[in-house]
């Protein structure tokens, strides 16, 4: 038996006269990641509230998910997040329209959501024989770099988006998504939750998906607090020109989460630097400018479009879970706008000209991680 190669569904670009942005994950709303919540690997009624709070078609599939993921040797959790990525939880137009919240195909029509998750899990099991464990080496299969059916590029932000969904759910995305190596039920899990056979392996650094009972956004706005450059270099976070550190004037956080979620990230030697939070929370333009959509080279980094200021600077953002109306290419932002959600973890880039500038002190003089 042939197993189809999965390939993304087309995401749901936001146009405007004709030019899309590049969008780097699932359809247009942002409903499935801000619903989902830490629960045991096979506690499929809760899984099936939380589809069912999305709006999404696979509600009713909860006990389809956990027993096809088992039969595999698959967490079923990991399939959820699948579906999160790709399609936003088939609340995706044309992915209802085929009953194929996976990408599975490409254009595979299917009689029902439960003979997607099915072809799903058997399709991932097949990886599992063949040594494709992690999501990292999943995607090198399921999403590939450059593949001719990804003009896009989208799949570049197909391992970070799949592996925020997945924490959110209670998964570790550092390890293997087997059903042997995730832990059945983490401690982030609700109290009673059915736990399924399985290591007990502890998942740890998970942030819960932010609700609207957590709070509102809210924008962080640089306050004059001089960065911590680690040289007079721009690639050092130093202006060689003021020979001061480099800073944009009215810097915004990009992440604008409610006053109790978290956002955390490290110093990179190379940009970007990488901003994990919750997914769902709220990204703001950091800087006033104009959209532009990101080079091939920059997509295979992590950036997804770039902000470009009058003052040459320009900041550039990693792939978002769910884009707001009226974005695309050209288009004018205020700083502290809001762009849309992340899915947790946010690329961010700076350049001044041409040139790549350290944006970790700027980050870390406006927000400290957490």
């Known amino acids: 038996m042939v197993i189809p190669r999965p390939a993304r569904v087309a995401s749901a670009a936001l146009l405007a006269g004709g030019v899309a942005l590049l969008i780097g994950s699932g359809g247009a709303s942002g409903v499935g990641a801000t619903e989902l919540h830490c629960i045991a690997a096979a506690d499929s009624q809760a899984l099936d509230a939380q589809l069912a709070a999305a709006g999404s078609p696979l509600a009713g599939n909860g006990a389809v998910f956990v027993r096809e993921g088992m039969a595999n040797g698959i967490d079923p959790r990991f399939l959820v997040a699948i579906t999160a990525q790709e399609t936003m939880l088939q609340t995706y137009g044309p992915a209802q329209e085929i009953h194929n919240a996976f990408g599975l195909g490409p254009g595979i029509v299917f009689p029902d959501e439960a003979a997607a998750i099915t072809m799903a899990a058997r399709t991932l099991g097949n990886y599992a024989a063949d040594g494709l464990t ?119 956080f990009p992440l604008a989460p409610p006053v109790s979620s978290p956002v955390r990230y490290v110093d990179a030697a190379n940009q970007p630097v990488v901003l994990t939070s919750a997914p769902g929370v709220t990204v703001v333009a950091p800087l006033a400018g104009r959209l532009r959509s990101a080079s091939a080279a920059d997509q295979r980094s992590g950036i997804g479009f770039w902000i470009v200021s009058t003052g040459g600077d320009r900041v550039g953002l990693g792939a978002l879970a769910a884009y707001e109306d009226g974005l695309s290419e050209g288009v004018v932002v205020p700083t502290g706008q809001i762009l849309g959600h992340s899915n947790g973890s946010l690329a961010v880039a700076w350049r001044r000209g041409r040139v790549p500038v350290a944006i970790f002190p700027l980050l870390s003089a406006t927000r400290p991680s957490d």
């Open 134 to 252: 992690t999501i990292g080496a999943i995607s090198g299969r399921w999403a590939p770099v450059g593949a001719s059916n990804d003009p896009r590029g989208l799949n570049a932000g197909w391992s970070d988006g799949v592996g925020a969904f997945f924490a959110a759910l209670g998964g570790d995305p550092m390890l293997p998504v087997l059903t042997t190596a995730q832990n059945p039920a983490p401690t982030c899990a609700p109290a009673g939750s059915t736990a399924a056979p399985g290591a007990s392996i502890s998942a740890s650094g998970i942030i819960p998906a932010v609700t609207p009972t957590d709070g509102p956004a809210m924008v962080t706005i640089w306050g004059g607090l001089v960065p911590a450059a680690t040289g007079p270099g721009l690639a050092q976070g130093g202006d060689p020109t003021s020979r001061r550190p480099a800073v944009i004037d009215g810097f915004a």
